[in-house]
């Protein structure tokens, strides 16, 4: 029976460009995408641009420009970059598209109807310089825990979330004037109302996530889930749809998080489906959500509580996929200091298909890595040029060969692909990506050492039969390849399916049945050397 799988992207913020370590993280959502595309089941990948808050506004206002402006111009940037890397969205939306805010503010006051937001007065900081009142974003103060210079919103360094109380004597981003605390009207989210159905939700779905996920979600709940603020004093954002709120708008965190349902009902909208099959309960359905260790409790915790308020059968978020930081030569990640360079930079150097690979066979999976260019060139190089598009070349073009005929397929061989479908399916469900890409890369050595021993070479001259037989046996397991390797190097595998005359593939073994003409091929080196 076909599954429902809905495989959420994090919303990249429009503010500034993505580097190598963002795609690292999100270039799991594609895997997932065509992996089980290629099972048959009904996939939803969606993501989009989170375009609103302050740090956009900000950046307009220093800039002489205006806020859409900002998040277009990365907007922009982000829909080319992710088409660069052929990423297979269903849907790439933008959190600032009317659809988008109309869906949202319908989520938001069904939360508001349903008694889960609340009106408080409380004292906010304030800035007597700038005559506003600031938002957690807009000031800085010393972390309490770590003791490092940070914003009011969250520590970069410890990933502490200050309370209002420790932002008392905080100074204003903008003129760094200290800011005072007065009363304003603010609309909060209960969220310790969802803490007994997201513990619940949580230990009966964490064995499929990561340890980095596990913890701080844990720590999370253990703490004891606090109300969250869910409006702004912006002008920049959704629109508050409560009366009395006209001047305000939503927390970002509210806006994108909620942007997984949203596009979903838009591609529903435009294909005919019903986008409650991808989330509600009781449809055969499943939910990934893809992203770096700093946005796990927004998925985990935020994402779901705002699914449990609208009292209306959701289901909720299965499995967190959730990644260690990719560092570039041993350092994190800067565009201050130059370190580390974009990820459309990257595309503009480095092979597209050999770049993804090396991102997923050396992905921070369970622990922080690192990349160099000089590993990336071992990578391909070595692993990608020496072993998988050396078995391709030598296989397919060689001498004087014109046609794959049909033989008998070496029995060892055989008995690998027949396992490995499910071995390395099981590994990319299980979000071992890593262990994936090598299970396969040992079936392209072990049919390298099975080409070495058979001798084609000799085999043409003393053997037909037995010539036939491994070039057969090869373009085999090329074929296989071209459907275990298409989730990590799609361009390179349709090449592949194009040589071999591939139509409709499936997650399943692939056993050549007829004779396949070379002759018109035109068969080209699947990797160039780098030097």
């Not at 959704?238 to 709120?245: A, M, N, R």
């Not at 596009?263 to 019903?274: A, F, P, S």
């Not at 260790?293 to 909720?316: C, M, P, T, W």
């Not at 890593?434 to 099975?450: D, F, H």
């Amino acid at each position: 029976m076909k599954r429902n799988i809905v495989i959420g992207n994090a919303w990249p913020y429009a503010n500034s460009s993505l580097h190598l370590g963002h795609i690292a993280g999100l270039i799991s959502g594609d895997i997932l995408a065509r992996y089980y595309r290629l099972n048959g089941d009904n996939v939803m990948f969606v993501s989009g641009s989170d375009c609103h808050g302050t740090p956009i506004t900000e950046r307009a206002r220093k800039e002489g420009r205006t806020p859409d402006e900002i998040a277009t111009q990365y907007d922009t940037e982000f829909r080319n970059l992710f088409k660069r890397l052929n990423f297979s969205y269903d849907l790439y939306s933008a959190t600032k598209t009317e659809y988008h805010k109309e869906k949202v503010k319908m989520l938001f006051k069904k939360l508001y109807d349903n008694g889960y937001i609340y009106e408080k007065i409380e004292p906010q900081c304030f800035c007597e310089k700038c005559n506003k009142f600031l938002a957690d974003r807009e000031v800085y103060l010393k972390c309490p825990e770590c003791g490092e210079e940070t914003k009011g919103d969250q520590c970069d360094n410890c990933l502490h979330v200050p309370t209002q109380e420790e932002l008392v004597g905080s100074r204003c981003i903008v003129c760094g004037n200290t800011t005072i605390q007065k009363n304003n009207k603010i609309l909060y989210l209960k969220l310790p109302e969802f803490q007994e159905k997201i513990e619940e939700h949580t230990k009966k779905v964490e064995h499929e996530w990561r340890i980095n996920a596990r913890n701080e979600t844990h720590k999370y709940l253990n703490q004891g889930l606090k109300e969250r603020a869910v409006t702004r004093d912006i002008t920049w954002g959704v629109e508050i749809p409560v009366e009395g709120y006209e001047d305000k708008r939503m927390y970002v965190w509210i806006d994108a998080v909620l942007g997984y349902l949203t596009d979903t009902m838009k591609v529903c909208e435009e294909r005919g489906l019903n986008y409650e099959d991808f989330w509600k309960e009781g449809r055969n359905n499943k939910i990934y959500m893809c992203h770096g260790k700093d946005n796990i409790v927004f998925h985990s915790i935020i994402l779901n509580a705002l699914l449990l308020g609208q009292e209306d059968n959701f289901h909720l978020v299965d499995t967190i996929v959730s990644t260690e930081y990719l560092n570039y030569n041993d350092q994190k990640f800067s565009k201050s200091k130059k370190i580390g360079i974009t990820a459309l930079e990257a595309l503009d150097i480095y092979p597209l298909d050999s770049l993804r690979y090396h991102l997923v066979s050396n992905g921070p999976e369970k622990k922080d890595t690192n990349f160099t260019p000089e590993d990336f060139i071992a990578t391909h190089n070595g692993e990608l040029l020496n072993k998988f598009g050396n078995l391709v070349n030598r296989t397919l073009k060689f001498k004087g060969i014109e046609k794959i005929k049909h033989g008998v397929l070496d029995e060892e061989i055989k008995k690998t692909i027949l396992n490995i479908y499910n071995e390395v399916g099981n590994l990319i469900e299980k979000l071992e990506f890593r262990e994936a890409t090598s299970k396969i890369m040992n079936l392209v050595e072990q049919t390298n050492k099975y080409y070495d021993t058979q001798e084609p070479w000799k085999q043409v001259k003393e053997n037909e039969e037995k010539f036939n037989n491994t070039i057969y046996t090869c373009s085999t397991v090329i074929a296989n390849l071209s459907n275990l390797f298409s989730p990590i190097m799609p361009g390179t595998t349709e090449k592949i399916r194009n040589y071999l005359d591939i139509e409709n593939t499936k997650w399943e073994p692939i056993f050549l049945e007829k004779e396949i003409d070379l002759k018109n091929k035109n068969i080209e080196p699947l990797f160039e050397r780098i030097k």
